[in-house]
């Protein structure tokens, strides 16, 4: 229990409010905190189960840079005989820098809460309850960002802004360069063309390597549930890969196809893992500082860090449906 603004503990007893049972009779207390407030986090628990790397020595660098391909070399032709060959210099490389964002949370425990919640009368360990409460609290936080559709500058470039195709991303316009956009199409009833166009968008995405294709798809509840019942029972099966990692997932090309509470509504993402990447730096993934006590109050403060930037490396194999209605 918190007392805020420094007020003193205080709760009522006497003849007016307990009586002989109460006083002589302990209550069944459950021995564990149940949640009741925190909501599913499935993207965020997806990107981190298939993180394939993670930034070390953040202190090496300000900030995390992609070189990318964005010119093909013009000089490929054919040629016959003696013909003069195309030796036109070529500067077809460039760089997608992607600045570190950081989240943080407190724990706060007083003197007086320790003092109590101690020995044989405390039902559960309130320090470790409220730093596991704590570290759920930022990956909630983390999870919503990363759908968030007005990203403040500390934030970090949330999915909604890495997958389109107007957005200046990692430095690079993608309005006035193409290579840099997502494969984005404006959808309608799903009922009426929900298949077509997950399949017209999947085969946008995967035009420039048909080995490196879209392997998960996000969308919101009601499409998902518009999605389940257009398939045969048969096909409502889910992997357990994805089940090992907390996810119940139907199926589109035998990829996971999962909702998340914070999808932006009327949309479904396309998205490659091998070009979508959490990346974390070093080891701040809601690491504690460890308690910090003040010299003039008594409690005691431990910070959790976390520190990284959602990043793609390939923005055009990502892609999105928007509009989807019923």
Same mark, same amino acid.
């Given at each position: 229990m918190a007392y $805020?603004? =420094? *007020?003193p503990l @205080? +709760?009522? @007893? =006497?003849p007016q409010n307990v009586d002989e049972i109460l006083a002589s009779t302990m209550s069944q207390y459950h021995k564990s905190l149940v949640d009741n407030i925190y909501i599913a986090i499935p993207t965020l628990r997806y990107l981190v189960s298939k993180g394939k %790397?993670? &930034? %070390? /020595?953040? =202190?090496? #660098?300000v900030s995390y840079i992609i070189p990318v391909i964005y010119k093909v070399n013009s000089t490929a032709n054919s040629y016959s005989n003696d013909d003069i060959l195309d030796t036109t210099p070529q500067n077809n490389y460039t760089d997608a820098q992607y600045l570190w964002k950081q989240y943080s949370v407190s724990v706060v425990v007083t003197g007086l809460e320790s003092m109590m919640n101690s020995g044989r009368q405390a039902i559960f360990n309130l320090v470790k309850a409220r730093i596991d409460d704590a570290e759920k609290s930022g990956k909630q936080k983390l999870a919503q960002a990363l759908f968030n559709t007005a990203p403040g500058t500390k934030d970090i470039i949330p999915i909604y802004q890495l997958v389109d195709a107007t957005s200046s991303i990692a430095d690079i316009n993608s309005s006035t360069n193409p290579f840099w956009q997502s494969q984005v199409t404006t959808s309608g009833s799903f009922a009426a063309q929900g298949w077509a166009d997950l399949r017209h968008n999947f085969n946008l995405c995967s035009q420039f390597d048909d080995t490196d294709q879209p392997d998960f798809f996000v969308t919101t509840q009601n499409i998902y549930e518009y999605y389940e019942g257009t398939l045969v029972v048969l096909e409502r099966y889910t992997s357990t890969k994805e089940a090992d990692a907390g996810i119940e997932a139907l199926k589109f090309k035998g990829r996971p196809f999962f909702w998340d509470p914070s999808c932006n509504s009327g949309t479904v993402y396309e998205l490659n893992s091998n070009h979508? !990447?959490?990346? &974390?730096? #070093? *080891?701040? /993934?809601? *690491? !504690? =500082? #460890? +308690?910090?006590? $003040?010299?003039n109050q008594d409690l005691r403060v431990n910070i959790l860090y976390w520190g990284g930037a959602l990043v793609s490396n390939a923005r055009r194999y990502l892609g999105r449906l928007n509009s989807v209605t019923a």
């Amino acid at each position: 229990m918190a007392y $805020p603004n =420094g *007020s003193p503990l @205080t +709760f009522t @007893t =006497g003849p007016q409010n307990v009586d002989e049972i109460l006083a002589s009779t302990m209550s069944q207390y459950h021995k564990s905190l149940v949640d009741n407030i925190y909501i599913a986090i499935p993207t965020l628990r997806y990107l981190v189960s298939k993180g394939k %790397k993670q &930034i %070390k /020595d953040v =202190g090496n #660098g300000v900030s995390y840079i992609i070189p990318v391909i964005y010119k093909v070399n013009s000089t490929a032709n054919s040629y016959s005989n003696d013909d003069i060959l195309d030796t036109t210099p070529q500067n077809n490389y460039t760089d997608a820098q992607y600045l570190w964002k950081q989240y943080s949370v407190s724990v706060v425990v007083t003197g007086l809460e320790s003092m109590m919640n101690s020995g044989r009368q405390a039902i559960f360990n309130l320090v470790k309850a409220r730093i596991d409460d704590a570290e759920k609290s930022g990956k909630q936080k983390l999870a919503q960002a990363l759908f968030n559709t007005a990203p403040g500058t500390k934030d970090i470039i949330p999915i909604y802004q890495l997958v389109d195709a107007t957005s200046s991303i990692a430095d690079i316009n993608s309005s006035t360069n193409p290579f840099w956009q997502s494969q984005v199409t404006t959808s309608g009833s799903f009922a009426a063309q929900g298949w077509a166009d997950l399949r017209h968008n999947f085969n946008l995405c995967s035009q420039f390597d048909d080995t490196d294709q879209p392997d998960f798809f996000v969308t919101t509840q009601n499409i998902y549930e518009y999605y389940e019942g257009t398939l045969v029972v048969l096909e409502r099966y889910t992997s357990t890969k994805e089940a090992d990692a907390g996810i119940e997932a139907l199926k589109f090309k035998g990829r996971p196809f999962f909702w998340d509470p914070s999808c932006n509504s009327g949309t479904v993402y396309e998205l490659n893992s091998n070009h979508l !990447e959490l990346a &974390i730096a #070093g *080891s701040r /993934d809601w *690491s !504690e =500082g #460890g +308690f910090v006590k $003040p010299t003039n109050q008594d409690l005691r403060v431990n910070i959790l860090y976390w520190g990284g930037a959602l990043v793609s490396n390939a923005r055009r194999y990502l892609g999105r449906l928007n509009s989807v209605t019923a």
